[in-house]
């Protein structure tokens, strides 16, 4: 079920890519976090603060100020991105919960070997003969994906999920980052704004939760 969740999410993200420009899609797609922090509540049982909200949402605020969305985010593509972050939101949630008694790399295997074996049915249809330029380049994102993902899955064996999900924001600092290096992009003063806002808010809600020691275990597994 996880690595259908996971399929689901892709899939809607690329596809709304083809009738919305990236920013409308990556903006829609952020709701992500907040819909964790519904879900986390919902089927985790986990406590949230007025304070925490808060700060979720102006991780929100922030993102906005980089992506600034215009008209374009209310086409009928939208939905797509919408139903990707709800679909990646739930992965989170179901991560979390394995997370309790499963070993991550079992996790994982089975995230990957579904994925493997149902995209395998599609690729027929769909396929592509790649150059020997990019295959290195296939190779690092598999990689690449492997890693974020397994790191992904050992963060939240150890921490709460709505603890967790305002550090998905700092996504967009590496999207900066790495849009400067190897296509020239440089943000504009609102998208640094945007930048400090999503850090600050980050920060705060680590630095929040780290200083109350004797805090009571929201889950098992802490």
Request: aromatic fraction near 12%; charge should be neutral; include cysteine.
């Amino acid at each position: 079920m996880r690595g259908g969740v996971l399929i689901g999410s892709s899939l809607c993200f690329v596809y709304a890519l083809r009738d919305m420009p990236l920013a409308g899609v990556t903006a829609l797609n952020y709701s992500t976090p907040m819909m964790v922090v519904v879900l986390a509540v919902i089927m985790l049982g986990e406590r949230l603060t007025p304070m925490r909200v808060g700060f979720v949402v102006a991780g929100v605020v922030g993102m906005l100020l980089i992506v600034k969305p215009g008209t374009d985010v209310f086409r009928g593509a939208s939905l797509l991105a919408l139903a990707s972050a709800a679909f990646y939101a739930l992965y989170q949630i179901m991560t979390r919960k394995f997370s309790e008694n499963e070993d991550p790399i079992v996790t994982l295997f089975f995230t990957a070997i579904v994925g493997c074996v149902v995209l395998s049915f599609v690729m027929p249809f769909v396929w592509v003969t790649p150059t020997l330029a990019h295959i290195p380049l296939f190779v690092f994102l598999g990689a690449a994906a492997m890693v974020g993902h397994y790191l992904l899955i050992k963060a939240l064996e150890l921490e709460r999920a709505s603890i967790l999900s305002p550090f998905g924001y700092t996504q967009l600092l590496w999207v900066t980052l790495f849009g400067f290096l190897v296509f020239g992009q440089w943000p504009d003063r609102h998208a640094f704004i945007g930048m400090a806002i999503i850090v600050g808010s980050g920060l705060y809600v680590a630095w929040g939760h780290r200083g109350r020691r004797n805090e009571e275990p929201d889950s098992a597994i802490e």
